[in-house]
């Protein structure tokens, strides 16, 4: 199992609001837009530093503080009922295109596991 990129989410009632300031302001560029989120990153990096503005976690979940994506989501879910910690939302395939679960970090932070 390898974490391929860690994306930050911050929830905003409006997420269209977040252009300006992440766009405009600091130049980064609109790389994913489903309405409910939006994810800038920086131009031309190879670590593709991310940041996320969000309404909902998408299928009516909340927003999580931090996505990990991962190249085995599958693996990381059955260690994580293995070692019982708290997935607050189960491995689902979601439409837009990416299988997930969130579970609680030790300090009771929501996190998206992802894969795409």
């Not at 790389?31 to 989120?37: A, L, P």
């Not at 969130?102 to 894969?115: A, E, K, Q």
Request: proline share 5%; aromatic share 10%.
């Amino acid at each position: 199992m390898a974490v391929k990129r860690i994306v930050s989410n911050l929830y905003a009632p409006d997420p269209k609001a977040a252009h300006a300031f992440y766009a405009d302001l600091l130049g980064l560029e609109l790389v994913m837009d489903h309405g409910w989120i939006l994810t800038f990153a920086a131009k031309g990096q190879t670590a593709m530093p991310q940041v996320g503005v969000a309404s909902e976690g998408g299928n009516g979940t909340s927003v999580p503080v931090l996505s990990i994506e991962v190249d085995d989501v599958d693996t990381v879910y059955a260690q994580a009922r293995k070692k019982g910690v708290d997935v607050v939302y189960e491995l689902t395939d979601e439409p837009w295109g990416v299988r997930r679960f969130y579970m609680r970090d030790p300090f009771g932070n929501v996190i998206n596991i992802l894969s795409h």
